[in-house]
């Protein structure tokens, strides 16, 4: 089992930056590849970048690509997302979520296993 914590979110402006951060527990962290998800009401939950087992791969969603990146911390247990230049339309809730061990970075939202509860992320016009 994993348990995934996920922190960070909040309110921003236009343009402006954050930054998630996921913190997994329950097994050895650095076994998993990791992926962000963000659903906004109405909507699907979407991709937006994932994370290979050792850190090796990435992979972003096309509205988030070179914008934002996915990095991780196996000594702490811990992925991150950094997001600048913030659109109103990047405001979703922001899901970590944890899979097998894979040299791949997953782009596939049922292929993770575990998932945290989520972080709002609002960015005002």
């Known amino acids: 089992q994993v348990q995934l914590v996920e922190s960070g979110g909040g309110l921003v402006q236009a343009g402006g930056s954050l930054r998630l951060s996921c913190a997994a527990s329950?097994?050895?962290?650095?076994?998993?590849?990791m992926g962000w998800f963000r659903q906004a009401p109405g909507k699907e939950r979407e991709f937006v970048a994932s994370i290979s087992s050792n850190g090796g791969n990435t992979a972003y969603g096309d509205s988030v690509k070179g914008r934002f990146t996915i990095s991780r911390d196996n000594a702490k247990n811990t992925v991150y997302l950094q997001m600048i230049s913030l659109k109103p339309e990047d405001t979703a809730v922001y899901y970590c979520a944890a899979g097998q061990v894979t040299v791949w970075a997953v782009r596939i939202r049922d292929w993770y296993k575990y998932w945290g509860q989520g972080t709002q992320v609002t960015v005002s016009s």
């Open positions: 329950g097994r050895t962290f650095s076994n998993g590849g």
